[in-house]
């Protein structure tokens, strides 16, 4: 059993600060952990390449993309580990497998994939084949024009189905939103409180749906943070393509952006998470003073 309580919109900032201190009190252990996984994940990819074959360079975007829940359920894990006093340490990459967690973490991409799979046949059943086929065409020619500096043809889109097109996006922007709210607090609650997948999910989605307002803060100034940061660190990328050349300069610059905003971003989810959500038999977080609750 567990309860939703209801948080102010100003909670949306507090996590955001929240894993911004994460990252502050141990900023090369929890730094480490996400350049391991990025220097992986790149010599995974090289590797793959270096083959020639395209089969297994999908295979091996594939398997990251599997992996990616895994991770960053990791990086929640380690996020409370600090949180508590005790160091994170690479080991902890392995946490949830350890734990027996994998398969629950890993059922969380099921609304990504079901909903991919029905957005697609819902842009069939609106637009139809052909139109489908003249869109992608059109896509194509935009992109090669684009490509050699000029500028698209409007008479290309003239004939789209353009209402359709942006009913269906509107409906993928909305599908979009409710897949993260079902999982921006999933992955804690399966790792700390042994919750099933689909009962993570229906709480996620629900503790994100009474907090609006604190999740809308929380995007908007997690959006601002990477902006800033991202642009921030292109300075340091123009630095390092002087010493070490564009190639080498782009890989820093890559793990550099994880080594930040991974950490910062897993102990948002893991103050959010201790903040909306109390456990039965356990006191309510300090930091979180609710005044509403919801049993689920």
């Known amino acids: 059993m567990s309860t939703i309580n209801k948080v102010p919109a100003s909670a949306g900032a507090e996590w955001l600060l929240g894993g911004f201190a994460l990252l502050r009190r ?42 990616g829940p895994l991770f960053f359920g990791a990086m929640i894990w380690a996020a409370r580990e600090v949180d508590q006093g005790r160091p994170a340490q690479p080991a902890h990459l392995l946490q949830p497998i350890r734990d027996g967690h994998g398969p629950a973490l890993l059922a969380t991409l099921l609304p990504q994939v079901i909903a991919s799979f029905a957005l697609g046949l819902l842009l069939l059943a609106m637009i139809g084949p052909d139109q489908l086929k003249h869109l992608g065409e059109v896509w194509v020619q935009m992109q090669t024009v684009a490509a050699e500096g000029g500028q698209p043809d409007p008479s290309l889109v003239k004939d789209l189905p353009a209402g359709r097109l942006l009913l269906w996006l509107l409906l993928v922007a909305i599908t979009f939103v409710v897949i993260k709210w079902m999982t921006f607090i999933a992955a804690p609650q399966i790792l700390f409180t042994g919750t099933d997948a689909i009962g993570a999910m229906r709480n996620s989605l629900r503790a994100c749906l009474h907090n609006w307002t604190a999740m809308l803060v929380f995007y908007l100034l997690a959006g601002i943070a990477i902006f800033a940061i ?47 959500m109390t456990t039965a038999g356990s006191a309510a977080p300090s930091t979180a003073p609710a005044t509403t609750h919801i049993e689920v």
């Not at 820093?252 to 909306?276: D, E, K, N």
């Open 26 to 67: 141990a900023p090369v252990a929890l730094g480490t952990l996400a350049i391991l996984w990025g220097l992986g994940s790149t010599v995974l990819m090289a590797l793959a390449g270096a083959t020639g074959l395209t089969v297994l360079l999908y295979a091996a975007q594939f398997l990251l993309i599997l992996a």
């Open 230 to 276: 991202t642009f921030g660190s292109l300075l340091l990328m123009a630095i390092l393509q002087l010493i070490t050349g564009p190639v080498i300069a782009v890989l820093l610059w890559q793990l550099v952006l994880l080594a930040v905003l991974t950490p910062v971003l897993a102990g948002a989810m893991y103050t959010a998470w201790r903040q909306m």
